[in-house]
């Protein structure tokens, strides 16, 4: 993921890595073993001149550093639009805009946006916002099951 000139979030998804996906999931920040490694088989050990083709890309999901996680056929993200933070489920095959979350947390912070990667277990993704907001959504439709406040209901601090 970038951060593109006009300060959206730009998630490029190229064909070399859709194969890794159809065998197995990726369901948190470094995978399933949290060590950054797949265990895919018959995966490229070279790019071709140019880089593999672009399979799709998502524009529009705002401002941050979160990474992707992917369960299934989604794919998983964080970004802060304009009214604040949300969570952002896509097709993996195609790319299109499955769900978007209600607000999980205000934005901003310094520097400006999202810091988490969504984790998905048992049909539910948990996101974390940059100022201590925890959300646990259905996987499927993005709907909230429950949320608590890090700062709020368990009296931690948010540094800037």
Same mark, same amino acid.
């Given at each position: 993921?970038?951060?593109?000139?006009?300060?959206?979030?730009? %998630?490029? @998804? !190229?064909?070399?890595?859709?194969?890794?996906?159809?065998?197995?999931d990726w369901p948190w920040w470094r995978g399933p073993k949290r060590d950054g490694c797949s265990t895919d088989q018959g995966l490229l050990t070279e790019w071709p001149a140019g880089g593999p083709p672009l399979a799709w890309r998502a524009t529009g999901c705002g401002v941050g550093y979160s990474s992707v996680?992917? !369960?299934?056929?989604?794919?998983?993200?964080?970004?802060?639009?304009?009214?604040?933070s949300h969570v952002l489920a896509f097709e993996v095959r195609g790319?299109?805009? %499955?769900w978007r979350s209600g607000? !999980?947390?205000?934005?901003g912070?310094?520097? %400006?946006?999202?810091?988490?990667?969504?984790s @998905?277990?048992?049909?539910?993704?948990?996101?974390?916002?940059?100022y201590g907001d925890l959300v646990c959504l259905s996987a499927?439709?993005?709907?909230?099951?429950w949320r608590q406040s890090l700062t709020r209901d368990f009296g931690g601090r948010y540094h800037d």
């Open positions: 993921m970038k951060l593109c000139p006009r300060g959206g979030l730009i %998630a490029s @998804v !190229v064909l070399a890595t859709l194969a890794p996906l159809a065998g197995g996680s992917v !369960v299934g056929d989604r794919l998983f993200t964080m970004g802060d639009g304009p009214d604040g790319g299109r805009l %499955a607000l !999980v947390g205000k934005r912070g310094d520097p %400006a946006g999202t810091r988490s990667t969504p @998905v277990d048992g049909g539910c993704v948990y996101a974390l916002g940059q499927a439709t993005g709907r909230e099951f």
